[in-house]
């Protein structure tokens, strides 16, 4: 098994082109208990209202894959995460600029899980979500 520190390295080496479209970044990983922190930010183009506000859509997926990259760095990059569902609260706009998301496991199963995860920026809450999510063991 490796260490909360080389899961965070992984992440940092290697990322996909969801992640990079929100510009995304795991800044922190504990396996012990279950939680990551992820960077995002918000450009203009993710924006509608003359800039003003970033469009649900891309709150949402801030919101999804900090869920999803907790649950591959806690079960060993060995599934891929497909969520099933999820239920997103938006709180405030969410304004162009950074924005940190924190993910945790509410539940863990053998190939269900349960995951909530809730979106900051300049230290107001924006929007929270809960999830669930199917493990599919890769191949």
Do not use: W
Request: some cysteine; hydrophobic content about 45%.
């Amino acid at each position: 098994m490796k260490s909360d520190q080389e899961i965070l390295e992984m992440f940092k080496a290697n990322s996909a082109p969801c992640t990079d479209t929100l510009r995304a970044e795991v800044i922190k990983f504990s396996s012990n208990p279950p939680r990551i922190e992820m960077e995002f930010e918000a450009v203009y183009e993710f924006t509608h209202s003359d800039g003003q506000v970033v469009q649900g859509g891309f709150v949402t997926g801030m919101l999804d894959a900090p869920m999803a990259h907790l649950l591959m760095g806690l079960l060993d990059f060995q599934v891929i995460p497909m969520t099933l569902d999820i239920n997103v609260s938006f709180l405030s706009p969410a304004r162009q600029g950074k924005l940190v998301a924190v993910a945790e496991v509410l539940q863990l199963g053998k190939s269900t899980a349960f995951m909530t995860s809730k979106l900051h920026q300049e230290g107001n809450l924006v929007a929270s979500s809960t999830s669930t999510v199917r493990l599919v063991p890769t191949k």
